[in-house]
């Protein structure tokens, strides 16, 4: 425990609290159309979209959200859209960093605050990226999105367990770890 008297103590938190820089993600996993892991390696079915910029600055912190849901929105409707993976892909959303999507009983324990700046006309803009995004694909011309190929969530806490909630993640990133200190399968020769 560090104690310290106010005295002792200066700071210009004026200049130092406008800035943080930080990554913002959304993560969605890969599927088969009947609902199973497209690859056998977890970690291969992960789908995840960043951006990286100063979070301390609340319009700036909401333009990088709505943002990366733009990004991603574009580059889903692509994936969904290419001709080879029309019957067999479908992606479904997994977590963000403003929503761990792990919780069953309880949903988030620190949800942030809904509608925290102004949108034009009379409602509030999304502040939740999952909900930015939902918002967003309302809105995209690529119909492909309000599809049953694209998996959002219908509510803040998922059904059943989510295998690829922020939650699993440490396992996740164990399992990556663990298949590259595997030496690959060698092919009989023939």
Not at 9 to 34: C, G, H, L, Q
Request: proline share 6%; glycine share 4%; hydrophobic share 35%.
């Amino acid at each position: 425990m560090l104690r310290c008297a106010e005295r002792d103590v200066t700071s210009n938190t004026e200049k130092s609290s406008k800035y943080y820089s930080a990554y913002i993600w959304i993560m969605f996993s890969i599927e088969t159309m009947d609902g199973k892991p497209f690859f056998p390696e977890r970690w291969k079915n992960l789908l995840v979209y960043f951006e990286h910029g100063n979070i301390a600055e609340a319009t700036t912190f909401q333009t990088l959200k709505e943002s990366l849901a733009a990004k991603a929105c574009s580059s889903i409707a692509e994936i969904l859209d290419r001709s080879s993976d029309r019957d067999r892909v479908r992606i479904r959303y997994a977590c963000s960093l403003d929503d761990p999507f792990c919780c069953t009983e309880n949903g988030m324990v620190f949800p942030p605050e809904k509608g925290i700046l102004e949108g034009a006309g009379a409602r509030k803009k999304e502040t939740r990226l999952v909900d930015i995004m939902a918002d967003l694909i309302s809105r995209y011309p690529e119909a492909v999105l309000r599809s049953e190929r694209l998996l959002m969530p219908a509510s803040v806490r998922p059904r059943d367990h989510n295998q690829y909630s922020s939650c699993a993640l440490p396992e996740i990133v164990e399992e990556f770890y663990r298949d590259l200190r595997s030496p690959p399968a060698t092919m009989p020769a023939a």
